[in-house]
């Protein structure tokens, strides 16, 4: 075996011999059938780095103590090589020997290192990142055993875990686990990346329960099976905050303050108790916190109740014996006057962000295109060569070992630059800026764009092709269509030109879909990036990062001096206001934002007080041309006389006509009963008078038998006594005070003939 071992490096063959000799010899001398089992044995794995100490140093050693542990470490390297021990891969972590994991792969399968380096150069990979990625595969080889297409999902996974459980940060590449997926070695089933095999998907329902541990077991049975009805038409997101309100911020709390409960009526201290508990936040590290909005908990619960009820009346056998009485009343989750105050908070957020969107877009342009000289300046001297950029002097710089990234040194304060870094991520800022203002898309949309979203609709009255961009259903599950301007068009030209680069088609990622807990099918996203060797989709921290560092540059403040920032959500509000401002019916922008109701749409302008001013007058101009002209010409002397003896006619027995001028009587001039009549209080005593006359008239009627005069006289009878209230009335709201006469002789100098005397006040 030994021949075998040291055949491979001739060089110094005694040496290799004695170590694994050395190793061996050790070896014998512990209990097992096999060399894997004596290793195991050993406790050479508890001793991580440390355990060529274990090895006891043979009688014929030459050499100090650092030379025989060298000799010995080179043994158990040809083992490894030769698969004769398999260690664990903590303990292969702990060792720093690269040329012999680059060897071991290479002995143990050398087809499958080939075509490693030949997929990473297919990819157009750059970077010196391969020999991370050869070494992880050569660790999993050595632990694992057999040819690199026998490695399974299940080997990388294991590998992550036992690195991260290490405790060392993730900078370790991911990009092992890319390749063998470009290999095919996984299957078109695996997942696509190592995060997409790691990360936990969606929960069941009896999970998303489970981890509130509910005591009462019936009311947990129903919780799980309430969320299972409510699954389908929710995503998980949404299902997960309902798990948390129903079983973590209601029952939970009431099992917390009141062991034993088990049923869903609730006494009224009892509910009572658990809503004033609710307004403060009870765990997480906001303990203590007044909670921000406690009517989205007891909408939840409300909506419980009210479900239960509702599916007891269809299937009683399955819910009837939960129904009880809701403890929530309407009135305790009106958010009339939350949406009230927040629709102010983005109308005000959206007046104060609208004037400085042309400068935010000005410094994420200007930024990329000084990003994007300084990169192709330097791309074109060699190393430490200094190149000149808009009057600042670089130089060029090459680390060791030489990076495919382009790498500066700003003359002037020594800073070092990653421009390869800088003109990427000003690219992206610039293209996330401008697809948000021009489409009003949500952040989710816009980075769900892939090659597959262009389509070309034509017009049927001209035969115009015009360029569409179709948006993925996201928030209503509703995909539509959106115009490509030429400004659009140009930014979606250069973000394809980007991904591609030098390829013939955009590379396929696969997406995490936050709301749904899942990683979507690769597609061609057009948002997506190289990040260690792999194309990566970007993401919404991404995004929001870029916003917030180029409004720093701008340096822009509110009034109270705070810096100002934009969200990806701002620009859809912009948007949807410039386009009501512009005139585009309400419809028409519900549609192109994807709204469902017409509400939504308005709620999302901000409404300016110019815009009232102008949007009246031309209501009122609009108004006036379909109103008949002869209505705007000039009044004749005979119309204004006629105008003026109406105003003269209003005044009558007992007070003012009000009807309408041009409006005949149509009480005849019967003022007691007519409703336009204004009473005066001061015709109060003739009112009397005549209401005085009206009973007596009223009398002689019942005594002559005069039915019909009867029934009128009683009509105005009730009008005269109705009339006589409001005289009434009104005497007592206008009560007249008398001043008496103002006397100024106190204060004032009196004058005399002849002479003019001042006396102090």
Known sequence: MLSVLTARWPGSAAKRAMGVRQVLDWLETLPGDTWQQRWQASGAEQAGHDWADLVPLGAGSRGGG????SVIRFGVSLLLIGQVIRPSLAWLLDQKHSQTLVRAFAAIDPTGLADLRRVYQTGQRTGGRLPRAVNILARILIHKGGPLSAVTVGDCVHYWRVH????????????????????????????PTLTAATRRGPMSCAELIDRYEIACTPIRDLLVEYLSVRKPTVDHTSLAGIAAHLALLFWKDLERHHPGIDSLDLPAEVAAGWKQRLGTITHGHAKGR??????????CVRSFYADLAHWAAEDPARWGRFVAPCPIRASEVSFKKRRQHRKAMMDQRTRTLAPVLPTLVRVVTEEHQRARARFEAAQRVGHLAEFTVDGRAYRRWVPAPPSQRVLAIEQDTGARIDLTQ??????????SVEVLRHTGVRIEEMLELSHYSFCA????????????????????????????????????????NRVRGDRSTIPLVSQWDGFEKQWSPRMPFLFQRSIGGQQKPITRTFVAQELDRAMRLTGLTDASGQALRFCPHDFRRIFATDALRAGLPPHIAAKILGHVDLNTTLGYAAIYPEDVITHHRAFIAR???????????DLTSAEWDEFLAHFELRKVELGVCTRDFGTPCVHEHACIRCPALRPDPSQRPRLEVILANLHDRKAEAETQGWRGELAGLEVSIAAAEHKLT????????????????????????????GEVSCRPA
């Open 66 to 69: 650092t030379a025989q542990v």
């Open 726 to 753: 409001a005289m009434r009335e009104l005497a007592a709201r206008h009560q007249v005070t008398h001043l008496g006469m103002p006397d100024f002789g106190s204060v004032t100098g009196r004058a005399s003939a």
């Open 457 to 496: 609709y034509t017009l049927p009255s001209t035969g115009e092709v015009v360029p569409m961009l179709q948006v993925a259903p996201s928030k209503t599950d509703a995909e539509r269509l959106l115009l490509v301007s030429p400004e659009l068009g140009e930014v979606l030209a250069a973000i394809i």
């Open 290 to 299: 007044r909670r921000a909005v406690p009517e989205n908990t007891l909408m």
């Open 623 to 633: 108004r006036r041309s379909l109103r008949p002209s002869e209505e705007y010409r």
């Open 164 to 191: 991260r459980e290490r405790g060392t940060n993730n900078a370790e590449s991911t990009l092992f686990y890319t390749l063998l997926f470009d290999l095919g070695v996984f299957g078109p089933d695996a997942p």
């Open 422 to 431: 800088e003109q990427e991520r000003t690219f992206w800022a610039f293209a």
